[in-house]
């Protein structure tokens, strides 16, 4: 499947600028969350069509492991061959894209095109009327936050403060 995009520039694109996801290599496409339109599908692809908006989030996963069964994708074990993460970690994550070979060595979204593997597990469609500057956030950003919110606890109508680091 391809899309080609708009895509955003994330903090996360700076921890492959300054070195600290292992093995980026000269000629790799950055990229890791990003929208499109389909361009083409695979033939076993059926529910989703070209023509139609599509946001892909960073991770890949497979659909049908034990950890997408529980819904934890980004811990997918079938879409990364990465043995330095095995290594490291014990175990493989899912692949990301454009996230360097630590994670599986996929293309990015920062190009006119992107393959997305599984494309009916990670490519969410965007309804009619829902504008691009909409429906991009929810590659990553706005389920990023929604989680650290849900995680700490916050209540309805509490106040709380948020303090970003900047460079
Ligand atoms: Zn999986």
Request: glycine share 12%.
């Amino acid at each position: 499947m391809f899309s080609h995009l708009p895509h955003l520039h994330t903090g996360s694109d700076l921890h492959l600028y300054r070195a600290e996801i292992l093995t980026l290599q000269k000629g790799d496409i950055l990229g890791h969350e990003f929208m499109g339109e389909v361009d083409r599908v695979g033939s076993s692809v059926k529910s989703i069509r070209p023509g139609q908006r599509v946001v892909v989030s960073f991770q890949i996963a497979c659909g049908k492991c034990s950890f997408c069964k529980q819904k934890l994708s980004s811990m997918c074990d079938r879409t990364s061959s990465s043995s330095l993460q095995e290594y490291m970690y014990g175990r493989r994550d899912a692949g990301f894209f454009g996230y360097s070979h630590f994670t599986g060595g996929f293309a990015g979204g920062q190009a006119e095109y992107v393959r997305v593997p599984f494309g009916e597990v990670n490519c969410l469609v965007v309804p009619d009327g829902v504008k691009d500057e909409q429906a991009l956030y929810l590659s990553d950003v706005l389920p990023t936050s929604y989680h650290a919110v849900v995680d700490t606890g916050v209540k309805k109508g509490e106040v709380v403060g948020v303090w970003v680091r900047l460079g």
